[in-house]
């Protein structure tokens, strides 16, 4: 059995008995059959076409399917010239394949249910900011190009496309304030209540006296504190829910499990269990966040970021700056250094 290094890698065993000539042979020639084997048989070139190509054909599955067989020719080659232009098309591809998923999504439900119109809609969410495109589905008739002091009612799907963002506001009762940007949906459940399907969000939570339930597809996170906070949460490919916290003192709650996060610190949320615990710079999360950077207004609380910045600066000596993408399990994560030059 081989056997597994701390870095996931595997090794076999030394057998201390010496192979034979002829079995010296046969696994170098197995060896050298599975290298090449293993040898792309398509360049990115092809792959990237081809992927533009079903784009255009409105195939988004096998478009992504194909640019991320790019990637993967990618996933070493950090310099390569064709690197951006798959990594965009990648964005667009799954862009285009969430819209196309909710619009499908939106076609059936129609056959099911009533669409009621859109001057019925209820007032329970307000438009505060929003760039690019978003859309509206499910309840009442689908919108498109939301604009600033649009209203939304309980139970819409919203999706949000590439290069878009939006900021909602709680209108009734003033409990939050969320902007989520770049391909993500997430349905406005309730007052306290989000589901977010894809992508990633940013919660101003106000209400102190009642807690935020956040799902995703196979997590459901309650988040609580004695005061206003503020926290990013991203969904994950294997259902869970990213969380960083940028202002307050935040209580999780999973299953009965529990956690604390400070400012700085994030953690996964993942399905039966919390990961371990890790700091982010959150200077480099200011500069680098679309869900900070995009907007035209900044948040109210921006000072208050800043302040926060400064003292975990303070508190902090020695630090790597990095951005933490997805999880695989409580172990393993996504980590990309960013340099200083």
Known sequence: MPAILSNGLSFLPVQKKKLTTIRAKALIYFFFSVSLAARPTETIEQLLQRGNSLMDEKEFSGALFELNKAMGILKYKHYHPL??????????????????????????????????????ESKHFQVSQV?????????????????????????????????????IEDYRNGNFTL????????????????????????IHWKRSSLPLLFRSSLTDLKLYSKAPF??????????????????????LDLNGFTEKLLPGELV????????????????????????????????????????????????????????????????????????ND
Not at 96 to 114: H, N
Not at 145 to 162: M, S
Not at 230 to 251: C, P, Q
Not at 301 to 312: G, H, S, V
Request: proline residues 3%.
């Open 179 to 202: 902007r989520s940007v770049n391909s993500a949906g997430f349905t406005l459940t309730n007052e306290s209540t989000i589901n977010l399907h894809s992508g990633a969000c940013l």
């Open 268 to 339: 996964f949320a993942l399905p039966g269990e919390f990961s371990r615990k890790m700091n982010v710079e959150l200077s480099t999360l200011l500069g680098t966040s679309d869900l900070l950077t995009n907007f035209s207004t900044p948040p109210v609380y921006q000072n208050k970021l800043l302040q926060q910045t400064k003292l975990q600066a303070l508190r902090t000596k020695k630090r790597f700056r990095t951005v933490v993408g997805d999880s695989r399990d409580r172990k393993n994560f996504e980590l990309k250094v960013i340099s």
């Open 230 to 251: 503020v926290v990013m949460l991203g969904s994950t490919t294997n259902g869970g829910i990213k969380v960083i916290a940028l202002l307050g003192e935040v209580s």
């Open 131 to 167: 760039f690019g495109k978003t859309i509206a589905h499910k309840i009442w008739q689908r919108r498109e190009n939301l604009q600033v002091n649009d209203f939304l009612g309980e139970g819409r799907i919203l999706t949000v496309l590439p290069k878009s963002g939006i900021e």
């Open 83 to 120: 690197r951006p232009q798959v990594e965009e098309a990648i964005r667009l591809a799954k862009g285009k394949l969430l819209v196309a998923r909710y619009s499908q999504r939106e076609t059936t439900e129609e056959k099911g249910e009533k669409i009621l119109p859109v001057d019925l």
